[in-house]
């Protein structure tokens, strides 16, 4: 099994707080036993956790002027101590909006009352009520009100919808809220790149030779490097500090990283223990490259030595705009880049680590 094909568990909605959340478990319920497919309803997950211990959840049910969004805590996952929040968080039907605040509990019910719902619908729908004009809502906080029990005979008329529908019987998957993820091999690649170098600190270094040698020691959620996302391909640099071992790093011609670090040394950061680990992707999926030289260019010509305090974020906006995007897969990288960034977005194996100094 690899991280790509690894199953969450699925948390369902069990709370029962408020009189909506079983009629919201309900409906979860109902959708599952159809895996999750509706003609009328759109159903989204979210996933949460790291390694081989990640949990899923339903994050909304959506149809027609309705949505139902999940997210609330409703305790501690068994066996694990992780917070579960698969509980109802928001309810909107029509011009009414219930609203859990995820923390304190607190709810609160927002019911539409300007004149113009055609151009408002999609702010208040999209929960900017709170920053819409006072004159245009109304705010309860009685949840056992007479609004309360209508929008929970509402959820229940969506749940004899959901019934009515056929159940997947034989073709029940028990994992279909789960889309697997085909790895491609990083072979694919026409423009490797020769380098993935990051620095580690010394417990995630003691945790990759730990799981050299002993992988089933290993806890399950931290079967990956837990490290910044952030690896540099050009020369490397080879720096021998007054005192203590050589460091091998990265150069950045364009933004002087080398001597960056020379000031402030790496073991600063990651402590005398630290070291340099070598990423070798076995797959090139998740895998982004950039080009900084024409955004650190471009900034150097605009800024200069600028306070960057003193530069506001519509000035860094303009930045982007001029620049542009350069950023591509890996496997679309064509290596016509001075400088190429790579920036890896899910989580790296251990398995696709070397340690370069310890």
């Not at 101590?81 to 011009?95: H, L, N, R, S, Y």
Request: charge should be negative; include cysteine; aromatic fraction near 12%.
């Amino acid at each position: 099994m690899t991280l790509f094909d690894y199953v969450p568990n699925f948390l369902f909605p069990t709370a029962r707080m408020f009189p909506f959340d079983k009629p919201a478990e309900d409906i979860v319920r109902a959708l599952g036993k159809r895996n999750w497919k509706s003609p009328e309803l759109h159903v989204a997950f979210d996933t949460y956790g790291s390694g081989f211990l990640k949990f899923t959840y339903v994050k909304g049910v959506f149809g027609t002027n309705f949505q139902i969004i999940f997210g609330r805590t409703q305790g501690t996952i068994p066996r694990v101590g992780w917070t579960d929040c698969a509980a109802v968080e928001k309810i909107w039907f029509d011009k009414d909006i219930l609203s859990i605040n995820p923390n304190t509990f607190e709810m609160t019910l927002y019911t539409y009352t300007g004149d113009n719902w055609v151009d408002d619908k999609k702010e208040f729908a999209n929960g900017l009520f709170m920053t819409m004009d006072p004159k245009k809502t109304t705010t309860w906080h009685d949840y056992s009100g007479p609004k309360c029990h209508e929008l929970c005979a509402k959820m229940v008329k969506v749940l004899a919808r959901v019934k009515a529908l056929p159940e997947a019987g034989d073709a029940y998957d028990p994992h279909a809220y789960f889309t697997p993820i085909t790895p491609t091999p990083f072979s694919d690649v026409k423009h490797p790149l020769k380098h993935f170098y990051t620095y580690c600190d010394k417990k995630e270094i003691e945790k990759i030779k730990l799981w050299r040698e002993h992988p089933e020691q290993i806890p399950p959620e931290q079967c990956y490097l837990e490290t910044d996302s952030h690896y540099l391909d050009h020369a490397i640099d080879e720096i021998v500090p007054p005192t203590g071992p050589r460091q091998i790093i990265p150069r950045c011609p364009a933004t002087n990283c080398a001597e960056t670090i020379r000031k402030d040394s790496p073991a600063n950061h990651f402590g005398p223990d630290g070291c340099l680990v070598d990423i070798r992707p076995k797959y090139a999926n998740g895998i982004m490259v950039d080009n900084p030289v024409p955004y650190e260019t471009t900034y150097q010509e605009w800024f200069g030595d600028r306070d960057p305090n003193n530069i506001s974020y519509s000035d860094l906006d303009l930045l982007n705009e001029k620049v542009g995007n350069h950023m591509v897969s890996i496997l679309e990288y064509d290596g016509s880049y001075e400088i190429a960034t790579a920036f890896i977005s899910r989580e790296t194996g251990l398995d696709e680590v070397e340690i370069v100094e310890n």
